[in-house]
């Protein structure tokens, strides 16, 4: 038997409902989540305290580990009442076939998150990934960003997913960060501020709840939280001045979550190995009383060992919700926490107040993206939906305005197209979008390819054969699933680019991360060089858009690179 669901009834024509559903979409996220609601009260008051504290947690969820664990994750739902899921990866029709199933497993509905910092392509097959925040930190026009925003909130809705754990307003100043990077705006503050409200304006515009991460900031960090607590040994003044600086403008722009990263802060809170996501201190004296956030709060996963290290068992689930955090994700061991903070409760160990409120927010968050009516995903052309081409069109849009031309200008870039030219991809094993593209525009040209680990022979071979051309143009590729700082090259190939730069009249184009560009010594050398941020095909059209003079450089170095390369840098033509 089904276990009764708090769903408002479906009834055609009825004025209060459509009056109900249409104050949500035109409300704010954050006024929603403090305003008085008469659903959210009626559900509130149907619960008992074990199904409440159950509304605070987010299990985790897959599409591609077969269906024993989908039925393992489908039992959770059913038997503890969880909050909702953070589906991982898998595909889209699979995804939306088991969201389905997984509300009618709900008594109350369940709220979807994901995390989406570039599109459902973060974590799905199938869909479309847009570019890297730190490629979109190069982009002078943020109404690109916001386009952005409303074209992932579509796509997030179109699947039934209601929360994205993104953007992320971490401030990147450390090349060496093992787990933001990429995944940053860049390392100047008042850069990732504003393209972070960009984006996050633009996804809730489009009724997709936002959450920033990670507060108070993860940019300065040498350790990932996944693995082990980092400690973030800075001044409160640095800390409020550089790290907090987005989220508190995020705040002010009135974004509707933000999420508390894993990272111990001597300055905030002096207790030992604690993390920050299970310090009052921090979560509720600074984020919610100093900074007046009044949104939802969000742990990081509880999973990650930065904070189960030192607090097994439920033990962290327990003191993130004492510290004030709303939303608690994936849970190591979700029925021990829930016993765990009912005993809390029951103790007095919270007051009456600050509970019911923390419950009443999921569910007016629940209420805001219209699961008081939830209706089944439809999978008939959901695959075409969610690869429509007017995305398509965004994708190249942005990478159009990221390219960053930070060396040369137009004559050394176009060169002469009937010259004997070279193109040369590095890092590859076959024939890449800029070389098939690039040779469009010169067609007495070679195409070579250098893998990462080119056996030495061979690259002088290619060097000796080089000689016969008058002009080359080298594209670096990481080709990676995710960029690093440093590229995975070989020490001989990473000589060969040197050489290749000290030709005359060499142009580089550089898909990879940014960093990446520090550990080639003697790239500066070259006759252009075009930062492109990212492996993507879009990317490699944009690049031979600028060579070939059909477009302009216009994106600007989110980042400090070494000496010659630094933040803002670019070169106008």
């Not at 979008?433 to 469009?440: D, G, M, S, V």
């Amino acid at each position: 038997m089904q276990p009764k669901k708090f769903f408002t009834c479906v009834i055609i024509f009825t004025i209060s409902l459509l009056t109900e559903s249409a104050f949500a979409q035109k409300t704010s996220l954050i006024k929603a989540l403090n305003e008085p609601n008469k659903w959210v009260d009626s559900v509130y008051n149907k619960l008992n305290r074990r199904q409440r504290i159950a509304q605070l947690f987010f299990i985790r969820a897959h599409t591609n580990r077969g269906k024993a664990y989908e039925d393992s994750v489908g039992k959770v739902i059913k038997d503890e009442h969880v909050g909702g899921v953070v589906f991982f990866q898998g595909g889209p029709v699979r995804q939306a076939v088991l969201t389905n199933a997984y509300q009618k497993l709900s008594r109350v509905p369940l709220l979807v998150a994901q995390d989406g910092e570039w599109g459902l392509g973060m974590r799905l097959d199938s869909t479309v990934s847009y570019p890297y925040q730190m490629t979109l930190g190069a982009i002078q026009d943020n109404t690109l960003i916001y386009k952005m925003g409303q074209m992932v909130a579509y796509d997030f809705k179109r699947l039934g997913v209601n929360i994205n754990f993104g953007p992320v307003f971490d401030v990147n100043n450390n090349p060496n960060n093992p787990v933001i990077n990429y995944r940053s705006f860049g390392d100047n503050k008042y850069n990732v501020a504003k393209k972070g409200i960009a984006y996050f304006t633009g996804m809730e515009s489009g009724g997709l709840i936002t959450i920033a991460k990670h507060f108070p900031g993860h940019g300065d960090t040498n350790v990932d939280s996944h693995f082990d607590l980092p400690q973030l040994s800075f001044t409160r003044e640095r800390l409020d001045s550089l790290e907090e600086y987005p989220f508190r403008e995020a705040i002010n722009a009135g974004i509707g979550g933000v999420m508390i990263a894993h990272m111990n802060i001597p300055a905030l809170d002096t207790t030992k190995n604690l993390p920050s996501t299970l310090s009052r201190p921090i979560v509720t004296d600074i984020l919610k009383d100093s900074l007046r956030f009044k949104g939802l709060v969000a742990s990081d996963a509880m999973e990650m060992k930065g904070v189960t290290k030192y607090f097994p068992n439920g033990e962290a689930d327990l003191r993130a919700f004492l510290a004030g955090n709303d939303l608690i994700e994936l849970s190591e061991n979700s029925k021990n926490a829930e016993k765990l903070i009912r005993k809390a409760v029951r103790q007095g160990k919270i007051s009456k107040e600050e509970f019911e409120a923390k419950v009443k927010k999921m569910l007016a968050a629940k209420y805001w993206a219209g699961l008081n009516n939830f209706q089944d995903i439809s999978t008939d052309n959901l695959i075409a939906d969610l690869n429509r081409p007017a995305a398509a069109d965004l994708v190249q849009q942005l990478s159009d305005a990221a390219v960053t031309l930070v060396k040369g200008d137009s004559r050394v870039l176009r060169q002469d197209p009937m010259k004997r030219t070279a193109i040369i991809s590095i890092g590859v094993t076959g024939q890449t979008t800029f070389q098939r593209e690039l040779f469009k525009w010169y067609p007495n040209s070679q195409l070579f390819i250098v893998g990462k680990n080119t056996p030495v022979p061979e690259l002088k071979n290619m060097l000796d054969a080089l000689k016969q051309y008058d002009q080359i143009y080298v594209s670096i590729h990481d080709t990676r699933l995710r960029p690093a700082s440093k590229l995975d090259y070989s020490s001989d190939v990473k000589m060969l680019v040197a050489d290749l730069a000290a030709k005359p009249n060499s142009v580089i184009s550089v898909f990879a991360n940014p960093y990446a560009i520090a550990g080639l010594p003697g790239i500066e050398r070259s006759g252009a060089l075009l930062a492109c941020y990212q492996k993507d095909d879009a990317l490699q059209r944009s690049a031979v858009k600028v060579i070939s003079g059909q477009q302009k450089p216009i994106g600007k170095l989110p980042v400090s690179i070494n000496t010659f390369f630094t933040t803002g840098m670019s070169v106008s033509l």
